[in-house]
Nanobody, 124 residues
Framework: QVQLVESGGGSVQAGGSLRLSCAVS????????TSWFRQAPGKEREFLGR????????NYADSVKGRFTISRDSAKNTLYLQMNRLTPEDTAVYYC?????????????????WGQGTQVTDSS
C-alpha cells in the first residue's frame, strides 16, 4: 500500500523559508507523478505544483511560482517542497500527493494517493 507522510511544517516568520518533506513508501516515486497541495481553513484545497515521474517536467501554480520549488530525492524516495519568502497567506495544511489520473493535475480529484498533511503557519 502506498503511503505518503509529510513533515517539516511549523511556524515561520513572514519572509522566512521552510522545506517540507514527503516520504513515500510502498512504491518508488520514479514511477509516479507527485505534487503538492495546500488547504487553508475555510478554503478549498489548492494546487501548488507537480513534478512528473521522470523528473523532467515541473509545473507550478501562479500564486507560488518563483517562490516554491519542488524537488525529489529518488534514493530516499522523498519529495520536497522548498518554500521561500513566506507570507501569512501561505498559512495552510500542506499535502503531498502521488499518481495523477490524467492531464488535469491541478484538480484534487486527479490524484490517487495523499499524505495526512503538515501544518505551516506564517506570522506577521
Amino acid at each position: 500500500q502506498v503511503q505518503l507522510v509529510e513533515s517539516g511544517g511549523g511556524s515561520v516568520q513572514a519572509g522566512g523559508s521552510l522545506r517540507l518533506s514527503c516520504a513515500v513508501s510502498g512504491r518508488t516515486i520514479s514511477n509516479y507523478a507527485t505534487s503538492w497541495f495546500r488547504q487553508a481553513p475555510g478554503k478549498e484545497r489548492e494546487f501548488l505544483g507537480r513534478i512528473s515521474a521522470n523528473g523532467y517536467n515541473r509545473n507550478y501554480a501562479d500564486s507560488v511560482k518563483g517562490r516554491f520549488t519542488i524537488s525529489r530525492d529518488s534514493a530516499k524516495n522523498t519529495l520536497y517542497l522548498q518554500m521561500n519568502r513566506l507570507t501569512p497567506e501561505d498559512t495552510a495544511v500542506y499535502y503531498c500527493a502521488a499518481g495523477n489520473r490524467g492531464s488535469n493535475y491541478h484538480a484534487e480529484e486527479q490524484w490517487v494517493y495523499w499524505g495526512q498533511g503538515t501544518q505551516v503557519t506564517d506570522s506577521s
